[in-house]
């Protein structure tokens, strides 16, 4: 059994920055590819950022050089560096699995809020 538990999240103004922190327990974490998907009010969870075990990372084209995907094995955590901060941004950030098989249907936990707004 995990759990995953993201901090960080609050109310920030555009071009402001965040740093969210995903906490893993309960899990062999460092095999695992990890992600950071949000969901905004009325919109479908995407993903945004994942990050492979072995530390190769993707973006999604609308956070491309304004968000960083990062891992910590030892920590157990995955760390979301968010820059530029955008109104659009706004949503509810989760982490979970991120790979072939997709996120895991288990591990949603509450979500950490990010609100860009001027």
């Known amino acids: 059994q995990v759990q995953l538990v993201e901090s960080g999240g609050g109310l920030v103004q555009p071009g402001g920055s965040l740093r969210l922190s995903c906490a893993a327990s309960g899990s062999i974490f460092s095999i695992y590819a990890m992600g950071w998907y949000r969901q905004a009010p009325g919109k479908q969870r995407e993903l945004v950022a994942a990050i492979t075990s072995g530390g190769r990372t993707n973006y999604a084209d609308s956070v491309k050089g304004r968000f960083t995907i990062s891992r910590d094995n030892a920590k157990n955590t995955v760390y979301l560096q968010m820059n530029s901060l955008k109104p659009e941004d706004t949503a509810v950030y989760y982490c979970?699995?991120?790979?072939?098989?997709?996120?895991?249907?288990?591990?949603w936990g509450q979500g950490t809020q990010v609100t860009v707004s001027s």
């Open positions: 979970n699995t991120a790979g072939r098989l997709g996120p895991s249907n288990q591990y």
